[in-house]
């Protein structure tokens, strides 16, 4: 069984930086891509950042120069350094381990922007 585990959420005046990690247990990390997704109050969940086992990278249009997912297959761990945050990037954000196809999510970590 996969499990997927979050930390590093908190709260942050606008401006400011976090770093969220994600680990992934069991042997699917090295092999499959993972994401960062995040969901605001009374909004849809969207695709934040993806990261393939190779290491490319895909950003949101309204992350990008901002946030960077990271990952090291040493750890089984997944980063997204979060730079410059906004009030609007307030949202419980969840990983997803193999996002595009048996997608194992972890339990969210919630990330305040305040103005």
């Known amino acids: 069984q996969v499990q997927v585990v979050e930390s590093g959420g908190g709260l942050v005046q606008a401006g400011g930086s976090l770093r969220l990690s994600c680990a992934a247990s069991?042997?699917?990390?090295?092999?499959?891509?993972m994401a960062w997704y995040r969901q605001a109050p009374g909004k849809q969940r969207e695709l934040v950042a993806t990261i393939t086992p190779g290491g490319r990278s895909d950003y949101a249009d309204s992350v990008k120069g901002r946030f960077t997912i990271s990952r090291d297959s040493a750890k089984n761990t997944v980063y997204l350094q979060m730079n410059s945050l906004k009030p609007e990037d307030t949202a419980v954000y969840y990983c997803c381990a193999d996002p595009f196809a048996r997608q194992y999510w972890g339990q969210g970590t919630q990330v305040t922007v305040s103005s």
């Open positions: 069991g042997s699917i990390f090295s092999f499959t891509s």
